[in-house]
């Protein structure tokens, strides 16, 4: 597929397809596995409170850890204070931000009663002065993640998205539904086609894509300037990877066997254990090493999902407190499978 590289501000991406920040699931674990293995043009991290930030909260500041081998890295921040948003930035700034993104598509409740998230949608004064207040904090571009609105009554982003380029924000990624939506219903690409003529600054289109189709469709419908990843990502770096092999105009890589995603489980799971000591290096071994297997009894399963009795497996691992204890039920699975296939 022929498309453009991406260019945010003074930073080139080559290869314009991103991976979402999403909370519980983009931490530097997993993004060091998706470079590996898809290489996408840019990531971003998990959501980071500015008001944690605020207050100087551990866990908070763990998701500012970048890896170099990451870069171009963008961290995305939420928040409605505009001064506490700047102090944040500068924070994440001086701990190698690459870029710095705004969140205003967040929709659970527990970010927008803070007034934080998809609800500044519906105040685009103050939504307009925490970009600027960010933009004039740091020297790193600046981002923004938005929905179309908060509900079907305002189509908000094109208005918004105007302003925010207006005070300095170098590119506007798009959730193409509504933030009463959540997930559900159908992303409308019209909505990011209609964005895309209102601003000159780049629009990503972010919704409903699985495969290197779709994101190839989204491109041609929308005329974006790129396309953002997230759920289809979710424990399938291979399914990022044949999207970005599509953009880079290489053949599609063949599908994993299920021994590379059982050893991919594995290493995200090792990588998380040593994320969680790097954060803290005095926290004992098995304090780290049962947080980090209770964080991922979600996601681990996912790396086999549609395999026969993939689901039996599932829960058996949410029992899961230790690394060995996941390897065992791996293996055992694995070599099951290969029984049964022989036999």
Same mark, same amino acid.
């Given at each position: 597929? #022929?498309?453009?590289?991406? =260019?945010?501000?003074?930073?080139?991406?080559?290869?314009?397809?991103?991976l979402a920040p999403m909370e519980d699931v983009t931490s530097l674990p997993f993004r060091l596995?998706?470079?590996?293995?898809?290489?996408?043009?840019?990531?971003?991290?998990?959501?980071?409170?500015?008001?944690?930030?605020?207050?100087?909260?551990? =866990?908070?500041?763990?998701?500012?850890?970048?890896?170099?081998?990451?870069?171009?890295?963008?961290?995305?921040?939420?928040?409605?204070?505009?001064?506490?948003?700047?102090?944040?930035?500068?924070?994440?700034?001086?701990?190698?931000?690459?870029?710095?993104?705004?969140?205003?598509?967040?929709?659970?409740?527990?970010?927008?009663?803070?007034?934080?998230?998809?609800?500044?949608?519906?105040?685009? #004064?103050?939504?307009?002065?925490?970009?600027?207040?960010?933009?004039?904090?740091?020297?790193?571009p600046v981002t923004v993640k938005v929905r179309a609105g908060w509900d079907y009554s305002l189509?908000?982003?094109?208005?918004?998205?105007?302003?925010?380029?207006?005070?300095?924000?170098?590119?506007?990624?798009?959730?193409?539904?509504?933030?009463?939506?959540?997930?559900?219903?159908?992303?409308?690409?019209?909505?990011?086609?209609?964005?895309? =003529?209102?601003?000159?600054?780049?629009?990503?289109?972010?919704?409903?894509? =699985?495969?290197?189709?779709?994101?190839?469709?989204?491109?041609?419908?929308?005329?974006?300037?790129?396309?953002?990843?997230?759920?289809?990502?979710?424990?399938?770096?291979?399914?990022?990877?044949?999207?970005?092999?599509?953009?880079?105009?290489?053949?599609?890589?063949?599908?994993?066997?299920?021994?590379?995603?059982?050893?991919?489980?594995?290493?995200?799971?090792?990588?998380?254990?040593?994320?969680?000591? #790097?954060?803290?290096?005095?926290?004992?071994?098995?304090?780290?090493?049962?947080?980090?297997?209770?964080?991922?009894?979600?996601?681990?399963?996912?790396?086999?999902? #549609?395999?026969?009795?993939?689901?039996?497996?599932?829960?058996?691992?949410?029992?899961?407190?230790?690394?060995?204890?996941?390897?065992?039920?791996?293996?055992?699975?694995?070599?099951?499978?290969?029984?049964?296939?022989?036999?």
């Amino acid at each position: 597929m #022929n498309i453009s590289p991406l =260019k945010i501000g003074n930073i080139i991406i080559n290869t314009p397809v991103l991976l979402a920040p999403m909370e519980d699931v983009t931490s530097l674990p997993f993004r060091l596995i998706c470079k590996e293995i898809a290489n996408p043009g840019l990531m971003f991290t998990e959501f980071v409170s500015a008001m944690a930030i605020h207050y100087n909260a551990k =866990k908070t500041y763990k998701k500012l850890q970048v890896h170099p081998t990451e870069r171009p890295l963008a961290v995305q921040i939420f928040g409605s204070n505009p001064e506490i948003m700047a102090e944040t930035a500068k924070i994440v700034e001086e701990h190698g931000a690459d870029i710095i993104d705004i969140n205003m598509g967040c929709w659970v409740p527990k970010v927008c009663r803070t007034g934080s998230g998809a609800a500044l949608l519906k105040d685009p #004064n103050l939504a307009t002065e925490i970009v600027k207040s960010v933009v004039d904090a740091v020297k790193i571009p600046v981002t923004v993640k938005v929905r179309a609105g908060w509900d079907y009554s305002l189509f908000a982003a094109p208005e918004l998205a105007k302003r925010f380029e207006d005070v300095g924000a170098k590119m506007i990624t798009l959730h193409a539904r509504f933030a009463k939506q959540g997930f559900e219903g159908k992303a409308d690409w019209d909505l990011i086609q209609n964005l895309v =003529k209102t601003v000159s600054i780049p629009v990503i289109g972010n919704g409903d894509i =699985k495969t290197a189709t779709d994101a190839e469709n989204m491109v041609r419908q929308t005329g974006c300037a790129g396309v953002m990843i997230g759920r289809g990502a979710i424990s399938n770096p291979w399914a990022l990877s044949k999207i970005c092999a599509a953009f880079r105009n290489e053949e599609e890589p063949e599908d994993p066997n299920l021994e590379e995603r059982i050893a991919t489980a594995l290493r995200h799971l090792k990588l998380t254990i040593e994320y969680e000591q #790097n954060a803290d290096p005095t926290e004992s071994y098995e304090i780290i090493e049962g947080r980090a297997t209770r964080s991922l009894r979600g996601q681990l399963p996912l790396y086999i999902k #549609n395999y026969p009795g993939a689901s039996k497996i599932r829960g058996r691992i949410t029992a899961c407190n230790t690394y060995k204890e996941v390897e065992d039920i791996l293996m055992e699975y694995s070599l099951a499978s290969k029984d049964a296939f022989l036999v």
